[in-house]
């Protein structure tokens, strides 16, 4: 658990209905992560040293919360992401580009938020995978199912349930804001997670839309410019697929945890769909499969081995392996330094555009998790970080 640093706000404020005290208080918190990654093939045959700021998200947030009594309360959250190395934001240049919404809380029938939040695919599935541990080096191949949290939604409006003996459940809709075309550039979705004991498990559905103004079908667009789902096209696995009508994901996933050890299994379906907007003619569909084992060596010493299969099919063809090795040695709750290591082959045909807008079909090549880079039909990476909490 992250230390929180609490800044006091008034201490209390009269409540009309009498004279109870509602409590108030905000909360600042954040992680910065920094390290040095080592890839081979980024790019062609050429290999690739830099500064990695981050696989699991550098950011500072505020939130805060107002006691309102008879069991609700407001709440609200502001979450930057920032590039470590840089200084400079992340999430396409928002201030508040991982988070900014406000809401009220229920003890009894639970929460509403309304803002630019996280879909409840990654609330519910993505905290049973590899990813919560050790990120794009087990994410699944382009992250062509947001498994890596690429993409969060603006303009939307959430429920979350409270607790029912380890069940919970989520539902969102997002506004797609655009005039005259009220069914197009929504996103809405939904997703429950049960754990209660040694096991856990999660399933959602996603749905989201991108609106045919800015969509041409002798030009390549960029997915996200007016759709309420941010842009997830993270490199050559899926990026052909910008001008899609439409993305379909359903996500499950399931975690079994006894003394030192845990393991996962997960299976993603994502669907690319067309229409007359589109530059490809057919649904491009992937199928993936992953599974992780985490060991905690001794209370400050962790490691872990994952693999993910995906299969792309539909408008173009390719299979991609990926293998993920990690360990991370714990300083504190606060700070830890990890490495990790991850390997990729990739086989069949991809879809992209070239220089002039058009999309062309090439061989299939490696893109570990949502890392973005490419060369040939493989791929290594090597990582460093060292990460600090707050």
Same mark, same amino acid.
């Given at each position: ?74 709440? *609200? ?155 997830? *096209? ?96 714990? *300083? ?59």
């Amino acid at each position: 658990m992250n230390k929180k640093v609490t800044i006091a706000l008034a201490t209390s404020t009269l409540v009309a209905s009498g004279s109870a005290l509602a409590q108030s208080s905000v909360t600042l918190y954040g992680v910065i992560d920094t390290g040095i990654l080592y890839m081979n093939n980024a790019s062609q045959h050429d290999s690739l040293v830099e500064m990695k700021t981050s696989t699991q998200g550098n950011r500072w947030g505020v939130r805060g919360e107002e006691d309102l009594g008879d069991g609700l309360k407001a709440l *609200f959250t502001l979450e930057n992401g920032f590039n470590s190395g840089t200084g400079k934001f992340n999430q396409g240049g928002r201030e508040f580009g991982r988070g900014a919404f406000v809401g009220l809380s229920s003890n009894t029938w639970g929460t509403v938020k309304l803002g630019r939040q996280n879909e409840p695919l990654t609330d519910m599935v993505s905290g049973l995978t590899a990813d919560a541990y050790f990120a794009s080096s087990m994410g699944t191949p382009g992250d062509v199912d947001n498994y890596d949290l690429s993409g969060r939604v603006s303009n939307a409006v959430k429920y979350v349930s409270p607790s029912y003996a380890g069940l919970r459940f989520e539902g969102l809709y997002a506004f797609g804001n655009n005039a005259g075309t009220a069914g197009q550039g929504q996103t809405w979705s939904a997703a429950m997670s049960y754990g209660n004991g040694p096991l856990a498990f999660a399933a959602g559905y996603l749905y989201a839309t991108n609106p045919s103004a800015g969509r041409s079908a002798s030009t390549a667009s960029n997915w996200g410019s007016t759709a309420s789902l941010d842009n997830f *096209f993270d490199g050559p696995i899926n990026t052909g697929y910008t001008t899609a009508s439409a993305i379909a994901m359903a996500r499950l996933a399931a975690r079994y945890q006894t003394g030192a050890y845990e393991i996962g299994v997960s299976y993603s379906n994502a669907q690319y769909k067309h229409d007359g907007y589109s530059l490809f003619h057919t649904t491009q569909r992937y199928d993936v499969g992953s599974g992780y084992f985490k060991y905690s060596l001794n209370p400050v010493i962790q490691l872990g081995l994952g693999y993910s299969y995906e299969r792309a099919s539909g408008d173009t063809g390719a299979t991609y392996h990926q293998v993920g090795v990690a360990a991370d040695y714990i *300083f504190s709750k606060r700070t830890d330094v990890y490495l990790l290591g991850a390997y990729q082959h990739a086989s069949g045909t991809q879809a992209v555009y070239n220089s002039a807008g058009q999309l062309v079909r090439q061989t299939a090549q490696a893109s570990i998790g949502s890392l973005g880079f490419a060369g040939t039909s493989t791929q290594e990476l090597v990582l460093l970080s060292l990460r600090h909490k707050f």
